[in-house]
């Protein structure tokens, strides 16, 4: 089952069987297959609580709504700068549906040549229409 949400992000609807293979006793391996076990092993650790007579319990509703009041993820430059965005596309030289792939090549092209690859002058060359 892929996951519910954002990779960084569990819902509650991802924390409640993690809760109740915590009452089976079971190993986290064996939680749900959405998430990894490092990730399940730190919402474990992260979001337990003191119980009664020294236990600690893991519940998944306190962990979501803790979840809730976090800080939401900064928003990107990009994403609020109309004007930012058209110069880097005008710069690229494409249009809004292909920058994506574009932006996509040249970070290939980079994770190539530290690679030692390709180039690294030539590639960029290439890549971003001669810059």
């Not at 803790?66 to 700068?81: C, E, F, L, N, S």
Request: include cysteine.
């Amino acid at each position: 089952m892929p996951p519910s949400g954002p990779s960084w992000c569990l819902s509650e609807a991802d924390r409640i069987p993690i809760a109740d293979r915590l009452r089976e006793k079971a190993t986290v391996r064996r939680s749900p297959r959405s998430r990894s076990p490092s990730a399940i092993s730190r919402e474990i650790h992260r979001n337990r609580t003191a119980g009664a007579r020294g236990q600690r319990h893991y519940r998944p509703h306190a962990a979501q709504a803790r979840a809730d009041t976090r800080r939401p993820p900064k928003p990107r430059k990009i994403g609020q700068a109309a004007e930012l965005r058209e110069v880097i596309q005008e710069r690229l030289g494409i249009g809004e549906a292909g920058a994506a792939q574009e932006l996509h090549d040249v970070h290939v092209t980079a994770r190539a040549a530290r690679e030692g690859a390709v180039d690294v002058d030539a590639a960029a060359a290439g890549a971003v229409g001669g810059w």
